[in-house]
Every structure is written in structure tokens, then in C-alpha cells.
């Protein structure tokens, strides 16, 4: 197997047990502790908070020579904060408390090896390979995706939630021990590695700094949606919890297919018009669900179609985008790069949900998602002025680094 082959095995394994916990873990708050709708919330924005940290944490990185181990110590951090459930389950220990702790302890093991993930796969893959690699990633998340929680919700109900969790933290021990037996040469370490230079690296960067403004504004309006879809699908569509879960699973069929095509649209229209088209395609499909209306197959198809365009769009935008990034990004700074993106993007996002929740009350749910639409697709301005849609190839980015 190849180098990358083990990477990209292990964190195959991986996503498919991330999903069987995103299932499980707000299951074990409802079911077991009889948790409140404001405690599972905590709950949601606790497994995104430690992502705050990734500036701080993105300079740390840059600062050290062994990338392999840092991923290892990543994927180990996060299997540890899950083996500890199904362990305090079986002593009949299991607390509200202990499930915060879980999620910031696995986000940190996750910041931790997103941080070090750029710099490591950059000595795996060559430069005009970077879009199929990417590729070949995001397909089998995005299979995670759709076979995921059917997988997840029956190890839960044959299992119980608590001891599932077990699942996830074996795919991350798998995923460390796929990683150590990958050979690569040490990195060289940044000889200054301030959370500063990280932010004045990607503001005066043309590439990073179009693209980082553009993620942000799509994040900030879908997260406006996201946090009313269910609500929308259910009370204003009429649909049945199965039916929405059903949508949502068809729905992601769009993104596999991003994913299997997305080298093949990069090599016949360019890499730079796949990432605008991507940012166009991502939210575009909101405007479509808040026009739903008729009868239930009707609104049925609609959240269905919404929901694969839109993924087929947010894979299109991931794969050429991230390409894009690893292209130019100095290596000195990969860390600080991730660090600086995933403060912002997504620190974004809670921002997102809860003027999704605050703008629906005021206006009413569909026109919310038709801010939502708007906002979104206008994000792609930021794009137009940049160097980006102009890109053709990643090998064109050569001097760009």
C-alpha cells in the first residue's frame, strides 16, 4: 500500500466512526440523562468550541518537526475521550459533565491533527496529484456520509449509544497506527511561529485571503439555514422525522458524486471555475427548499434535490479549493494557515445558527432561507476580483508557493 494509501485508510476508518458518534453522543444526553433542548445545545457548541483554538494551536504546529506524530497524538487524544464512555457506562458513572468533556477533548485531538494534516499531505502527494487525492477524501467522507448513520443507528439501538462510542474510538486508534507506519522526513520547523504571522500571512495573501473571506460569508448564511431546516422540513413542509432523515441520506448521494467527479470538471474547465462554481452551487439550493410547497412526495423530492446539489456543490468547492490552498501555502506556515481558517470559518458558524434562529422569529422561516440563498451565493464576489477562477491547473501554481 502507498503512503498515502495508509492516510487515506486510516482516515476512512475514521469518518465512519465520527458518524456512529454524532448519532451517539447527543442520544446518550437524551436518552440516558434526560438531558434539556438548552443542554444538548451546549452540548452541539461545545464539540465545535475548541476550533477557537485553532490559530493557537495552527502556530504550535508550525513550531515542530514531527507531523506523523502529532497526528498520532491527535487521533490518540480523541480515542481516549471516547473509550472513556462506554467505560464509565459499564460502572454506571456516566454524567452530563462528562459527555462536555468528551466533545471539547475529541475537538481538541481533531484541531490538533487538522493543524498538522497540510504539512504531512504535501509529503505524500505530489503537486498535480493534490486534486485527486482530494478527491479520493472527500468521496469517502462523503460515503461516510450516506451509509454512516444507517450504520450508526443500528450499532446504537443493538448496542446502546454508550457502547457504540466504542466504535469511534477504535477507528481513531486505527487511523494512529495506519499513520505510524507511514515514513516521511521531518518537517522543518518555522523559526518563528506566532499566531500573529498567521494572520498577517493570510491577509496579504491574494489566494488565502479571496478564500478565506469567501468560506466564512457561505458558512455564516448556511449555518442561517441550517439551523431552520429541520424545523422548516418538519413544520412547514409537513414531513415526518423518517422522511427528513431519509432526505438527508439521498441528499448526500450528490455529494459522492462531487467527489468521484470533481477531477474530472477540474481537468476540462479549470481548477479556479470549480471553486467558483462550487460557491454557487453550495447555497444556491436553500432558495429552492424555501419554495417548497404541495404535496408531501412534492416536498419530499424538493428537500432531496436541495440537499444533492448542494452537497454535489460544497464537494466541487472543498476538493479544488483545498488543492488550491495546499498549492500555495508556504510550508513554514501550513500550520498557521488551518489555524487562521478554522478560528474564523468556524468560529463562524455558531454566529450563523443563532442569527438563523433570531431572523426567522423575525421575519419568518422562508424568508430567512431566502437570505440565506442570497447571502451565500453573493459570497463568491470575494472570488472574482482574486487570482482564483483564473487558475487552470494546480501545476500552474508552481512559483505561487
Not at 505530489?126 to 460515503?143: F, P, W
Amino acid at each position: 500500500m502507498s503512503r498515502f494509501g495508509k492516510y487515506w485508510a486510516g482516515q476512512t476508518v475514521s469518518e465512519f466512526g465520527d458518524r456512529v458518534s454524532e448519532l451517539a453522543l447527543p442520544l446518550i444526553a437524551v436518552t440516558t440523562l434526560a438531558a434539556t433542548p438548552a443542554e444538548v445545545g451546549l452540548l452541539t457548541a461545545a464539540v465545535w468550541t475548541p476550533n477557537l483554538l485553532s490559530i493557537l494551536i495552527g502556530s504550535w504546529v508550525d513550531g515542530q518537526s514531527h507531523r506523523r506524530r502529532l497526528l498520532i497524538i491527535g487521533n490518540l487524544i480523541s480515542a481516549a475521550a471516547m473509550l472513556s464512555l462506554p467505560l464509565a457506562y459499564w460502572f454506571g458513572v456516566v454524567t452530563l459533565a462528562q459527555l462536555f468533556v468528551v466533545a471539547l477533548l475529541a475537538g481538541v485531538g481533531q484541531v490538533v491533527f487538522q493543524a498538522a494534516g497540510p504539512s504531512f499531505f504535501v509529503k505524500l502527494v505530489d503537486r498535480d496529484g493534490y486534486v485527486d487525492a482530494n478527491s479520493k477524501l472527500s468521496t469517502t467522507r462523503s460515503a461516510s456520509f450516506v451509509a454512516g448513520p444507517a450504520l450508526g443507528g443500528f450499532l446504537i439501538q443493538f448496542l446502546t449509544a454508550p457502547v457504540a462510542m466504542l466504535v469511534d474510538a477504535v477507528s481513531f486508534i486505527v487511523s494512529a497506527l495506519f499513520i505510524s507506519r507511514i515514513e516521511v522526513e521531518p518537517s522543518v520547523p518555522a523559526a518563528s511561529s506566532s499566531p500573529r504571522d498567521g494572520l498577517t500571512y493570510v491577509r496579504r495573501h491574494p489566494y488565502l485571503r479571496a478564500a478565506l473571506a469567501c468560506v466564512t460569508t457561505i458558512n455564516f448564511f448556511t449555518f442561517i439555514a441550517q439551523a431552520l431546516v429541520v424545523l422548516f422540513a418538519s413544520r412547514e413542509l409537513g414531513l415526518s422525522a423518517g422522511l427528513i432523515g431519509l432526505a438527508f441520506g439521498l441528499g448526500a448521494l450528490g455529494g459522492l458524486l462531487g467527489a468521484v467527479v470533481a477531477p474530472r470538471l477540474s481537468r476540462r474547465y479549470g481548477v479556479g471555475r470549480g471553486v467558483v462554481a462550487g460557491a454557487i452551487l453550495f447555497p444556491a439550493p436553500i432558495a429552492l427548499l424555501a419554495l417548497a410547497g404541495g404535496p408531501t412526495w412534492v416536498t419530499f423530492a424538493v428537500l432531496v434535490a436541495a440537499e444533492a446539489v448542494s452537497m454535489f456543490g460544497v464537494m466541487i468547492f472543498d476538493i479544488n479549493l483545498n488543492s488550491v490552498q495546499a498549492a500555495v501555502t508556504a510550508d513554514a506556515m501550513r500550520g498557521r494557515m488551518v489555524g487562521v481558517f478554522g478560528t474564523i470559518n468556524y468560529g463562524i458558524r455558531p454566529l450563523g445558527a443563532v442569527v438563523g434562529g433570531l431572523l426567522a422569529t423575525g421575519i419568518g422561516v422562508r424568508p430567512a432561507l431566502l437570505v440565506a440563498a442570497a447571502g451565500g451565493v453573493l459570497a463568491c464576489l470575494w472570488l472574482l476580483p482574486s487570482p482564483i477562477p483564473q487558475i487552470r491547473d494546480i501545476k500552474d501554481l508552481a512559483l505561487a508557493a
